[in-house]
Structures are given as C-alpha cells and as structure tokens.
Nanobody
Framework: QVQVVESGGGSVQAGGSLRLSCTASGDPICIEAMRWYRRAPGLEREFVSGSDYSGKTTYATSVKGRFTISRDNPNNTSRLQMNMNSLQHEDTARYYC????????????WGQGIQVTVSS
C-alpha cells in the first residue's frame, strides 16, 4: 500500500545541524499523518515530531524550538522533512519515519531508520 524511503542523517558535532527526509508513496488514503520517532541505545522509542493531514505539526518537548518539520507533495508523493538545529549529544539515536492513517484498511508503515550521531 505505502512505501517509505528515508534519507539524510549522519554525524555532526554538538551545536550542528542535520536534515532528515521521509518520502511516502502509494495509496493516498493511507498517508494521513507522517511522524518521526527515534530510539537511542538502551532506551524506548519516543515520538519526536509529526504532521497530520491538515498540516498541523506537533513536537516533543525535548526538541521544540530546535527541530522544524515541513511537508509537501512532490511528484505524487508525500514528503516530510525535519531540520534539526542546535543538536545535542542526547539527540543521538536512530530516527524512524512512520506513516499513519485512520482508515482500518491501512497499516502503519515504518521506514528502516536513519542514524544520527552527535558528538559532544
């Protein structure tokens, strides 16, 4: 139904910036909300940011003011980009894009994840 491709990430020193991109393609009714989650070593997966179909954005408290997401629809896809500024060592994690829909026929789809490493 939906395919998700993630790009970006990498390694940066504390205070630096990175950008993550998530592109979803497939049945449009299954691409309502797009979200970023992350999992740091030894910790549970946590919500980072999200955009619903109306364009409303939400952020975890830990990233508010530092991370910004934007969503557009190039070439019949849905793309969610996250600009990460003032990165901290605590932001080191594997970041995952999730695509969600309220329709019962749609399963949540996850990307394979992108590593972000911030050195202090």
């Amino acid at each position: 139904q939906v395919q998700v491709v993630e790009s970006g990430g990498g390694s940066v020193q504390a205070g630096g910036s990175l950008r993550l991109s998530c592109t979803a393609s497939g049945d449009p009714i299954c691409i309502e909300a797009m979200r970023w989650y992350r999992r740091a070593p030894g910790l549970e997966r946590e919500f980072v940011s999200g955009s619903d179909y109306s364009g409303k954005t939400t952020y975890a408290t830990s990233v508010k003011g530092r991370f910004t997401i934007s969503r557009d629809n190039p070439n019949n896809t849905s793309r969610l980009q996250m600009n990460m500024n003032s990165l901290q060592h605590e932001d080191t994690a594997r970041y995952y894009c999730q695509v969600h829909s309220v329709y019962a026929i749609c399963d949540d789809v996850w990307g394979q994840g992108i590593q972000v490493t911030v050195s202090s």
